[in-house]
């Protein structure tokens, strides 16, 4: 069975630039998330898709961040504009069950963003 | 806001000594789940306790869970330097919505 696949797997911007992150979840799995990892803590939930409808994204920074999954399968993540601060790994997951009955969440290895 | 708080945060022991890292919060949670990431990975599923007052055993690794479902422990016997990474304890949430939450994360160093 294919997991989690994100790509790229590393990007470095500019500040004030743009980027985005493509995640392509295991087959027929329900809910996707997309995680931002400072190097050392514990993944911070961004948004939480649910097939193609949004069920969390209260920790979105929306003036910059967006986020969409069409047709329930890819999502994509967008950063615009970049600042300094945004630099960290972005990690994609998902998992077979509907909301709090949702299993293992399987995750992709994430994409590292350095804003320079 | 449910949040989940892990201590110790960092963890710099010898081979063949025990620990504990505790996972707490004052929400409950319908189920909690210990990962574990290695360095360019992501987060890989340990164990998953769902039963207030459970205890799960994974070889050297013993899992519980509270009996409120507010808290829930990982102990490791005899760690070995392949114990060593980032350990995060997760949670979903009691709504319906079932957000998936992480802990600070412990990290693990086992030196030989």
């Known amino acids: 069975e294919a997991g989690v696949a994100q790509s790229p797997r590393y990007k470095i911007i500019e500040k004030r630039q743009s980027v985005a992150f493509w995640c392509n979840p295991i087959?027929?799995?329900?809910?996707l998330y997309w995680y931002q990892q400072i190097l050392g803590q514990g993944p911070k939930l961004l948004i939480q898709f649910q097939n193609n409808g949004v069920v969390d994204d209260s920790q979105l920074p929306k003036d910059r961040f967006s986020a969409e999954r069409l047709k329930g399968v890819d999502s994509t993540l967008k950063i615009q504009p970049a600042k300094l601060e945004d630099s960290a790994v972005y990690l994609c997951a998902s998992s077979l069950g509907q909301g709090r009955w949702s299993t293992e969440a399987f995750f992709g290895q994430g994409t590292r963003l350095t804003v320079v | 806001t449910q949040l989940l708080e892990q201590s110790p945060q960092f963890l710099s022991i010898q081979e063949g000594e025990n620990l504990t890292v505790y996972c707490n919060s004052s929400?409950?949670?319908?189920?909690l789940q210990w990962y574990r990431q290695e360095p360019g990975e992501g987060p890989v599923l340990l164990v998953t306790?769902?039963?207030?007052?459970e205890v799960k055993k994974l070889k050297r690794l013993t899992f519980q869970f509270g009996d409120a479902r507010k808290d829930s422990s990982l102990h490791i016997t005899a760690a070995q330097p392949g114990d060593t990474g980032l350990y995060l304890c997760?949670?979903?949430?009691?709504?319906?919505?079932?957000?998936?939450?992480f802990g600070q994360g412990t990290t693990l160093q086992v030196k030989p």
């Open positions: 306790v769902v039963t207030g007052g």
């Open positions: 997760a949670g979903h949430g009691s709504s319906n919505t079932g957000k998936l939450i």
């Open positions: 087959s027929g799995h329900a809910t």
């Open positions: 929400s409950v949670f319908s189920s």
